[in-house]
Nanobody, 118 residues
Framework: VQLQASGGGLVQPGGSLRLSCAASRSIFSINDMAWYRQAPGKERELVARVTRGGKTNYEDSVKGRFTVSRDIAKSTLYLQMNSLKPEDTAVYYC?????????????WGQGTLVTVSS
């Protein structure tokens, strides 16, 4: 699975951005999809995940502000980010896992930079 993330940029505190992640094959063939982020000097952390069945979960600091969704027809994962804060500044990575050859394989997109600053 190839993942192409886009939508990052510079935004002021309180602003919004929508990240997109286009998958190279049908979402029906993918298990879970997620967004992770990595801030400078910090470890990569899970931001939001959507399971194959459509169940979502979020990192505590983004609950109520971020929304993860999928467009199955477009094989695309989204992350709508509202009320952005400077601490949301990070490189955001798209993630997917899928079964193949009897094992669950992980796939990562190239990352897109989100900078929240006035």
């Amino acid at each position: 699975v190839q993942l192409q993330a886009s939508g990052g940029g510079l935004v002021q505190p309180g602003g919004s951005l929508r990240l997109s992640c286009a998958a190279s094959r049908s979402i029906f063939s993918i298990n879970d999809m997620a967004w992770y982020r990595q801030a400078p000097g910090k470890e990569r952390e899970l931001v939001a995940r959507v399971t194959r069945g459509g169940k979502t979960n979020y990192e505590d600091s983004v609950k109520g502000r971020f929304t993860v969704s999928r467009d199955i027809a477009k094989s695309t994962l989204y992350l709508q980010m509202n009320s952005l804060k400077p601490e949301d500044t990070a490189v955001y990575y798209c993630y997917a896992d899928a079964y193949g050859m009897g094992s669950l394989n992980s796939y990562w997109g190239q990352g897109t930079l989100v900078t929240v600053s006035s």
